[in-house]
């Protein structure tokens, strides 16, 4: 059974910056993708970023150029660094592990962009 934790949600200002950390226990193969969701308020959930160890990194053109999606597939963790943070981007951030059994969240962390 695989579990995800995030960490590092919170207010910031537009404009700063903010890491998100997720921590994965199990099951977590490093041929597999781990990403980054967010949902906001009313809308559907959407893929911020998503990494697999071999291959570049996607990113949602929204993002692109702000956030950073970061793996260390010993600790099986994975980070999101998220830069020049603009109000839109406000949401709950979910951390996401795929594998060839089964789809894996965790509970999700919240992000206030807001002076």
């Known amino acids: 059974q695989v579990q995800l934790v995030e960490s590092g949600g919170g207010l910031v200002q537009p404009g700063g910056s903010l890491t998100l950390s997720c921590a994965g226990s199990?099951?977590?193969?490093?041929?597999?993708?781990m990403a980054w969701y967010r949902q906001a308020p009313g809308k559907q959930r959407e893929l911020v970023a998503q990494?697999?160890?071999?291959?570049?990194?996607f990113y949602a053109d929204s993002v692109k150029g702000r956030f950073t999606i970061a793996r260390d597939n010993v600790k099986n963790t994975v980070n999101l660094e998220m830069n020049s943070l603009k109000p839109e981007d406000m949401a709950v951030y979910y951390c996401n592990y795929k594998d060839s059994r089964s789809e894996y969240w965790g509970q999700g962390t919240q992000v206030t962009v807001s002076s």
């Open positions: 199990g099951s977590i193969a490093s041929i597999y993708p």
């Open positions: 990494i697999i160890s071999v291959i570049t990194p």
